[in-house]
């Protein structure tokens, strides 16, 4: 059976220039010169719909109006819609400031209907707008259960489940008031005038003289809610590429505080890649600033992972700890985020018998998230040259490079002869009774492995290499060096 989310926006106007997360203030939003929205501190200070804007300055002088930007909801809409492509392919605009989601193939992937509601929620909240949510198996009638929910209280989402159905579906829609469908609001008098209070007193009269008095807009929407008839839908496409931006409502002068914002950006940017089947190995935060003659130049923030990933919760990390280690040059008035490196989506691999110590998956995001918060200079992973002396071969690169080795790569790299870090320098040892001392007399316990190499660059290295044993049971690994006829000692690396 078919299952559909409607989605209603009831504050949108109000929290496309002043979203959830941003300084709560007094606020409200005017179309043609009256209040359509407001905060919930102008309201408490008396602040109604329809005042007008004498009226609303007279009252609390302090309330910070502006007026309705219409363009900006509609970009917020397109917002929203891209955020929510990664619970479902299918997403379509609806009236009146909606969404509807077809979730009947998504049930399964996200365990179950509350938790995926609950999910889009968060979601929502996170871009910074509040939300009415209901769920029926046809999407006309999701979309007047949410839109309901905006005057009058229902029981809350988890007692819905018993609704699901299209009977019961049926019933819930039979107690909504006929206003509640656009189509019937132009004969709400004449309606009225003849009794009609709910949708059920209006399937109630006869059909074709409901639709001489009005038109076929009226009955084929009660048809579409009811499941009586097929339903059109505008989907949602995704653009080709990904790069948004975001003004923000207030200058914000500490990095930290720009994760807020920036979350929204990333939330898009989570949607447009599972849309695509993509996923992200490089993007590009820019924080913008002054314009004008005090224009300042962006700054730019790039963040590049080691293996490509769409997660919301990953990416959010590593912007976390790049951020809290920036320094702002001015305070930031907008931001930009542009998908700058992207590969295939591959699914996760699952093994019978996994190597110990996590996924690989895994130790990428920790890498990841320690070269974002030490610096990728700090963070290193062996990279063996092709070169027979030790120092020469025990080299380190930064460990997002590409071609990146897992643990347990690094540890069949490594000849097992050999032990994982060197010494920084090889420190000489002392010779005492003809055996080389370190704490105590060494006992040489395999080797030698000869080395005579280095003459083409003028670091000539003439070494016999052993694995020696102290008194502690610690070993060690020590090299001698000839040098004419006399022979020195030197420690080079131990093992663990």
Not at 46 to 70: D, F, H, I, K, S
Not at 147 to 155: A, G, I, K, S, V
Not at 215 to 235: C, I, K, N, T, V
């Amino acid at each position: 059976m078919a299952l559909w989310i409607g989605i209603h926006l009831p504050l949108l106007a109000l929290e496309t220039l002043r979203p959830r997360w941003s300084k709560p203030c007094m606020f409200a939003v005017l179309e043609h010169e009256q209040v359509l929205a407001m905060s919930a501190s102008a309201a408490a200070a008396g602040v109604q719909p329809g005042m007008r804007r004498g009226g609303v300055l007279a009252l609390a002088p302090e309330t910070l109006l502006c007026e309705r930007e219409a363009a900006r909801e509609q970009g917020a809409r397109d917002d929203i819609a891209l955020t929510l492509l990664q619970y479902t392919p299918e997403v379509a605009h609806a009236e009146e400031d909606s969404l509807l989601l077809d979730v009947s193939a998504s049930l399964s992937a996200f365990g179950g209907r509350l938790a995926l509601c609950r999910r889009i929620r968060d979601s929502v909240q996170a871009l910074g707008f509040s939300l009415q949510l209901s769920m029926a198996p046809t999407a006309q009638g999701a979309w007047l259960l949410a839109r309901y929910r905006r005057r009058h209280r229902t029981p809350p989402l988890p007692r819905q489940r018993r609704s699901l159905g299209m009977a019961s579906m049926q019933r819930r829609l039979d107690a909504l008031p006929f206003v509640i469908l656009p189509a019937a609001r132009p004969y709400q008098e004449w309606l009225a005038g003849i009794g009609c209070q709910t949708l059920a007193d209006l399937r109630k009269l006869p059909r074709a003289g409901l639709q001489r008095r009005s038109d076929r807009q009226l009955l084929a929407s009660l048809d579409r809610a009811y499941g009586m008839a097929p339903e059109m839908f505008d989907w949602v496409r995704p653009p080709q590429t990904f790069s948004a931006w975001l003004e923000l409502p207030d200058r914000i002068e500490h990095a930290e505080a720009v994760l807020f914002a920036a979350r929204r950006l990333l939330l898009q940017m989570t949607g447009w890649l599972v849309a695509q089947q993509l996923a992200v190995s490089c993007f590009r935060l820019s924080l913008e600033h002054e314009r004008g003659r005090q224009a300042i130049a962006p700054t730019p923030l790039e963040i590049s992972l080691a293996e490509a990933a769409w997660h919301e919760e990953h990416l959010l990390r590593l912007l976390k700890e790049r951020l809290g280690r920036l320094q702002l040059a001015a305070p930031v008035i907008a931001l930009r985020l542009h998908a700058t490196q992207l590969a295939p989506m591959l699914p996760p691999t699952a093994s019978l018998f996994p190597e110990p110590g996590g996924t690989p998956g895994a130790y990428a995001r920790l890498l990841e998230l320690l070269s974002a918060r030490l610096g990728s200079e700090n963070v290193l992973q062996p990279a063996a040259q092709a070169d027979y002396r030790p120092e020469v071969a025990n080299a380190w690169q930064a460990a997002t490079a590409q071609g990146r080795r897992t643990p347990q790569e690094n540890r069949r790299a490594l000849s097992p002869a050999r032990p994982f870090w060197l010494l920084q320098a090889p420190l000489a040892l002392a010779v005492r009774h003809h055996r080389p001392f370190y704490s105590s007399p060494l006992r040489l316990l395999a080797g030698p492995e000869r080395i005579e190499c280095g003459w083409w660059d003028g670091v000539a290295a003439v070494r016999d290499y052993f694995i020696a044993e102290g008194e502690d049971a610690a070993c060690y690994w020590i090299y001698r060096q000839r040098d004419g006829d006399e022979i020195h000692w030197f420690l080079h690396g131990l093992f663990a």
